[in-house]
């Protein structure tokens, strides 16, 4: 049923997928998307080219209203979201609603995994959550400093942006309190280690001419 609910809205009349939704307040402030990363591995690092790669699942999570297909005369406890409620779609379902279109600045490739099926998910929660999930290895640029080798630490940034909107309209944000289930970052599994591999989060506002564009 739920399947049909949210095709019925994307496919129907009222439901333009290039119209940003309103943020959870419905007032005009930026929406919210939470952004977070699994890492699966780091490696792979070319000090000639100054690259390196990481493998990781990219996850996303935003509010559309509009996509919604609880009854509204159901109950909604708002500070304990659950995924009980929600349908998946494939990945070619993202492409019909409405998405930030994230992208990595520094990075020179990205290899996405779409053998035997695609590694990504679209899941639709009954209060119009989307959430959003894919597997991508990144091949970064990072500009490396050896002047002090082999006593130096070098710290690579991995800068994701909208492409196509302004911190007017969509704001990035880390999801700290996991009422969406977006961990910020965090390796895939804890027994995982890398050595002398130390991430962490950073916010920030990239300027550009005529507007701003968020990254983190």
Not at 5 to 10: C, K
Not at 151 to 174: A, G, K
Not at 189 to 211: C, N, R, W
């Amino acid at each position: 049923i739920g399947v049909h609910r949210v095709s019925s809205i994307v496919n129907g009349p009222d439901y333009n997928r290039m119209d940003t939704p309103n943020n959870e307040d419905g007032d005009d402030t930026p929406l919210n998307v939470s952004v977070g990363f699994n890492i699966i591995d780091f490696g792979a690092v070319n000090d000639a080219k100054m690259t390196y790669r990481i493998d990781l699942f990219l996850r996303m999570a935003w509010m559309d209203p509009r996509l919604a297909f609880k009854d509204n005369n159901s109950s909604k406890d708002e500070d304990n979201l659950t995924f009980k409620d929600n349908v998946s779609f494939s990945d070619s379902f993202y492409k019909n609603i409405w998405h930030p279109n994230l992208f990595c600045l520094t990075a020179s490739e990205i290899y996405t995994f779409d053998e035997p099926l695609a590694n990504n998910l679209v899941m639709i929660v009954s209060d119009g959550l989307v959430w959003f999930s894919q597997r991508m290895v990144i091949a970064a640029k990072c500009e490396f400093d050896f002047r002090i080798f082999p006593m130096d630490t070098q710290t690579c940034i991995l800068p994701f942006e909208s492409y196509t909107h302004s911190i007017n309209e969509v704001r990035m944000i880390f999801d700290t309190d996991g009422r969406r289930r977006v961990p910020p970052l965090e390796f895939i599994h804890p027994s995982i280690k890398l050595a002398h591999f130390q991430p962490m989060t950073i916010d920030d506002v990239e300027l550009y001419s005529g507007d701003n564009y968020y990254f983190s």
